[in-house]
């Protein structure tokens, strides 16, 4: 299996970005979330221009956070400087939106825009809409200012049948966060497949982005140090569970009565309530970062075994190779502690 990393927008990232690239791993992939993080454009833009092999992902931006030309130029901007080296991950906008404080899109949105951003970012026109106007669109300049030419990789984020179908139809990749479960992923793989049937689209990558921490001999594998590695994962969906109970209690709902006893002092930790308007203002500051010690109490086993890849090199292997044989492609690790080291022991696993 292939390896890349995801990592935040912000200055200096570059040089995470060359040591990925000098390490062997595949890709290396920058989050689109504008309130937490930096701008994932102009950051990538300056690992492409440091680095000469590694793919450079955005995973994911979203209808909900961009129009279609202006993600189409973005993207296409960046395949002028890293030519045939660019993914383009499109989602619903869960993270970017909540932490807005509003709701993601629709798979049907999700569905056109990133159609739209196929035709674009290949020469292509598109149909654009603006209300009831509806005009025809394409790039008016290629040449030194977009490149349209060498192909973009495109991945939908997916954790369930919609989203999946959705790939399927438009022939792209599958990207899915914290989904370390080979029969999940059969089960994406299944939905892309029959979606995909009569359309002549051949099924392409699929990249799973998780945590992993590698236990050093006699380590206890929900210690200090395996939650630290994993915590921003489980508190992610602590926050998301917290942020949506009274809206979409289902979710909350399907978790254990310790889980919700985790959301419930996240809550109060934060000093905010779950139909508080401004919770997303206290529940995702530092979201995705490394966790504050404090916090070491709310990463429970049961989350860190359902999202993250935590054991000895022969357990991650067995564990890897069984995500192989569902279809994952690529793994990609968020590193939070000690990022270089993290990827060092990331690419000596998959060797």
């Known amino acids: 299996m292939r390896a890349g990393v995801v990592a935040t927008a912000r200055p200096g990232v570059e040089d995470l970005a060359v040591r990925a690239e000098e ?5 290396f992939w920058l989050n689109d979330t504008p309130m937490v993080h930096g701008d994932p454009f102009i950051a990538l833009a300056l690992c492409a221009k440091a680095t000469r092999r590694i793919k450079l992902g955005i995973g994911v931006t979203s209808p909900a956070l961009r129009s279609a030309p202006a993600a189409a130029s973005g993207f296409a901007g960046l395949n002028a400087l890293a030519p045939g080296r660019i993914v383009c991950g499109v989602g619903t906008g869960n993270t970017a939106r909540r932490t807005l404080g509003m709701p993601p ?3 049907a949105a999700l569905e056109e825009f990133t159609a739209a ?5 290949a020469g ?5 809409r603006e209300g009831d ?4 669109i394409r790039f008016l300049h290629t040449g030194a200012h977009v490149n349209t030419t060498d192909p973009i990789e495109f991945v939908v984020a997916a954790l369930g049948p919609k989203a999946a179908a959705v790939a399927g139809r438009l022939g792209t990749g599958l990207v899915s966060f914290g989904l370390p479960d080979p029969a999940a992923w059969r089960a994406l793989h299944d939905a892309r497949r029959h979606a995909a049937r009569g359309t002549h689209r051949h099924p392409v990558d699929s990249y799973l982005v998780t945590a992993l921490h590698v236990l050093d001999e006699d380590e206890d594998p929900h210690g200090d140090a395996a939650r630290d590695a994993t915590g921003h994962l489980v508190l992610s969906l602590l926050a998301f569970a917290a942020d949506t109970a009274a809206d979409t209690p289902s979710f909350a709902e399907r ?5 919700r006893e985790a959301v419930r002092r996240l809550l109060d930790r934060r000093g905010t309530t779950a139909t508080a308007p401004d919770r997303h203002t206290k529940l995702y ?20 075994t359902r999202l993250a890849l935590v054991g000895t090199r022969d357990d991650l292997r067995s564990r890897i190779t069984a995500l ?5 492609d690529e793994l990609l690790v968020q590193p939070v502690v000690d990022p270089p080291t993290e990827m060092a022991r990331l690419a000596e696993l998959l060797a």
Request: hydrophobic share 35%; with cysteine.
């Open 133 to 136: 106007r509806v005009r025809d």
């Open 117 to 121: 951003l196929q035709d674009l970012c």
């Open 105 to 107: 899109t629709t798979t």
């Open 285 to 304: 500051p530092g979201y995705l970062g490394r966790i504050a010690p404090e916090d070491r109490d709310l990463v429970l086993p049961s989350l860190m």
């Open 23 to 27: 390490l062997g791993l595949h890709s």
């Open 255 to 259: 978790l254990g009565p310790g889980e």
């Open 124 to 128: 292509r026109s598109t149909g654009y």
């Open 324 to 328: 192989a044989r569902a279809g994952v």
